[in-house]
């Protein structure tokens, strides 16, 4: 592929029509086992999301958790950014950078993680709240959820990127919310963004055809506003123009025969809501 780094042309298994690559079957294992150990460092920060903790806290939990488990963080270094995750507080999109401000009551918030295991991403974030949300955040945080899992239910031999992008933008303008456009989900595998870009958005039956063996993730980002966004000066924070909140949530999945794998499922059964469960 025209400029591919070379640690792409380098790796194993191959590269379909649209550059897109087709993992092997054994290769599943190795995604699975990292985006267990993702999933799992965010059950583990969810007791520590309340009124008063600062996000560079959370992010030093959470570095901490993956120096714990022997597993190198995917982050920090990356691009020249320095932190072990991305925390998106309220009306910032996605990329937001951890901090010394604390969590206010009614604060909502993405954290997103990306491990490598064995050499291997695993990429995911969820939606936590600062104690009890306002209805309108956790009515976007639930379509937001939602329309994630609506682009998965796409996800099978013969459907296409397109399917995806489609699925997640009916579910969400149908409630009345916007997609991002500015920002999208990735394959991923021994590399942390590889081909192709996951649009969040789309037309039914355009773009590549799904195939068993591709691994990418699917990460929509939802406003209750416009979509809208623009960087700040750190060159990192994402936010929503019109300042409207913002939702996310991510998982790494991998194509089946019959369907998908999702490589990051919470192991406690917290991936959403993180809230709710906790009586
Ligand atoms: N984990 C993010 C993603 O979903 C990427 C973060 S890159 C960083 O692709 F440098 F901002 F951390
Ligand atoms: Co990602
Ligand atoms: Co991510």
Request: charged share 25%; with cysteine.
């Amino acid at each position: 592929m025209p400029g591919e780094p070379a640690i792409e042309r380098s790796l194993p298994g191959r590269l379909n029509k649209d550059g897109i690559r087709i993992h092997e079957r054994e290769d599943f294992a190795g995604m699975a086992a990292a985006g267990r150990l993702a999933a799992e460092i965010l059950d583990r920060i969810a007791p520590h999301v309340e009124p008063g903790a600062s996000t560079a806290e959370l992010d030093a939990r959470i570095q901490a958790m993956i120096e714990e488990a022997g597993a190198t963080s995917a982050t920090i270094g990356y691009k020249g950014y320095r932190h072990a995750t991305c925390i998106s507080v309220n009306h910032v999109v996605c990329h937001g950078i951890p901090s010394e401000k604390r969590l206010k009551p009614g604060d909502i918030l993405n954290i997103d993680v990306t491990v490598i295991v064995d050499g291997w991403y695993g990429d995911t974030s969820r939606m936590y709240v600062a104690g009890p949300p306002a209805r309108k955040a956790e009515r976007l945080i639930d379509i937001t959820h939602d329309a994630l899992m609506a682009g998965i239910e796409q996800v099978q031999p013969g459907n296409t990127f397109g399917d995806i992008g489609a699925a997640i933008q009916r579910f969400a303008e149908a409630h009345r919310c916007s997609v991002v456009r500015d920002f999208c989900g990735h394959g991923l595998g021994r590399v942390f963004h590889a081909p192709p870009n996951v649009l969040h958005y789309g037309r039914w039956g355009t773009g590549p055809v799904l195939e068993p063996g591709m691994f990418f993730t699917i990460e929509p980002m939802i406003n209750l506003g416009r979509p809208e966004t623009k960087v700040l000066e750190d060159d990192w924070t994402a936010v929503t123009k019109d300042r409207s909140l913002s939702a996310q949530f991510e998982h790494s999945i991998g194509v089946t025969e019959t369907g998908c794998e999702i490589f990051t499922l919470s192991p406690a059964g917290l991936f959403h809501p993180t809230w709710k469960r906790e009586g």
